[in-house]
């Protein structure tokens, strides 16, 4: 592994007033932000986070300039205090990384020693990201129904938003692990796909959309909710008694106009996800088992593009008027 450069090219969000303006600029390494450990970034993701982060309407960006991508893989350049390795392959995700913290839309990328993840042995960078946070989030969301007491053959569970990033994962994995998977998406076209990732029912989002009705029928063994709002109100009352719905988005609004009566009628539980926060110990035990019983069968069918890092812009407006499909990966080295 050779020395660093002094510099990086980097896709920079600068926010004035209300605007936000994306360019790729050079940026002298020492201006990445505190961390030990350097990072030769071979490859990140788009995520819709990534997008809010993009423009001072998402509210999510929290210093600028701001170089986007909350998540990275690459390998060590300076490991610091860290005990990694020159040349270590690594991952990065979550925390501040994108929001707060210069993020993976860089060629090198500094973060500190508690955010990072080593590659675990069996998969590339590539597959990494392909996974990223949205794969992480989908994993730690199947865990979740997984330890609350969903098991194959319980009946079906309900994946909404399942062309988005943690959607489309959370489908391959339920999938995998032999859960009968409904998938939810508004999108026509992706019927064919979705099944292809192993979803034995596709459903339209119009019929699990109500959420007019305190109870519906009692229908779903679990869910994976990446998109709140009246959709995770619907799922929450058509819950079988004590199951339980996995939630970690907000792309349908972030009230949940629901009433007490699936809780305790019911005895369903709600169960948040985070994958920001998530501490280290958990978050790189959660990604040996991405590397192993919890790999999604279908991870090549998962990454539906490609991009560069001139390309990026244009993928962030696509993600946050919901055009994107699976994940979108962003080339770096």
């Known amino acids: 592994m050779t020395s ?3 510099s990086t090219s980097a896709l920079v969000a600068d926010s004035s007033g209300d605007e936000t303006e994306l360019s790729l600029r050079d940026l002298p390494l020492t201006d990445l932000g505190t961390g030990d450990v350097l990072v030769a970034v071979a ?3 788009v995520n ?10 998402g509210r999510v960006a929290r210093i600028s300039p701001l170089v986007l991508g909350i998540d990275l893989a690459g390998t060590v350049v300076e490991p610091g205090t860290s005990g990694l390795a020159v040349g270590q392959p690594v991952l990065a995700h979550g925390y501040d990384l994108g929001v707060a913290h210069h993020g993976g839309y860089s060629q090198y990328a500094r973060v500190p020693a508690g955010w990072v993840v080593p590659l675990p ?17 989908a994993a730690l969301s199947v865990l979740a129904l997984e330890d609350h007491g969903l098991e194959p053959g319980a009946g079906p569970v ?9 959607g489309s994962v959370a489908v391959s994995i339920l999938a995998a692990r032999g859960h009968q998977v409904a998938a939810v998406t508004g999108k026509a076209d992706a019927h064919d796909w979705l099944r292809a990732l192993g979803a034995t029912d596709v459903i339209d989002r119009g019929a699990v959309a109500d959420a007019s009705r305190p109870l519906n029928k009692e229908t779903w063994a679990g869910a994976v909710d990446c998109v709140g709002g009246d959709v995770l109100a619907s799922v929450v009352s058509s819950l079988r008694y004590g199951a339980a719905v996995a939630a970690s988005g907000n792309t ?4 949940l106009p629901t009433t ?7 005895g369903v539980a709600l169960l948040g996800i985070d994958s920001v926060q998530c501490p280290i110990d958990r978050r790189r035990e959660v990604w040996q088992r991405l590397a192993t019983d919890l790999l999604p069968p279908t991870l090549d069918q998962l990454a539906s593009s490609e991009v560069a890092l001139d390309a990026v812009p244009d993928a962030l407006s696509r993600i946050l008027a919901g055009g994107s499909r699976g994940r979108v990966l962003v080339r770096i080295a």
């Open 43 to 45: 490859w990140s993701s």
């Open 158 to 166: 309900l994946v909404t938003g399942a062309t988005g990033g943690v």
């Open 252 to 255: 349908a609004g972030t009230a």
């Open 48 to 57: 819709y986070k990534d997008g809010l982060a993009s423009t001072k309407r």
């Open 4 to 6: 660093a450069p002094a």
């Open 260 to 266: 007490v009566f699936p809780f305790i009628l019911r």
């Open 121 to 137: 042995s069996g998969l590339t960078a590539r597959q990494a990201m392909t996974l990223g946070t949205a794969g992480f989030t």
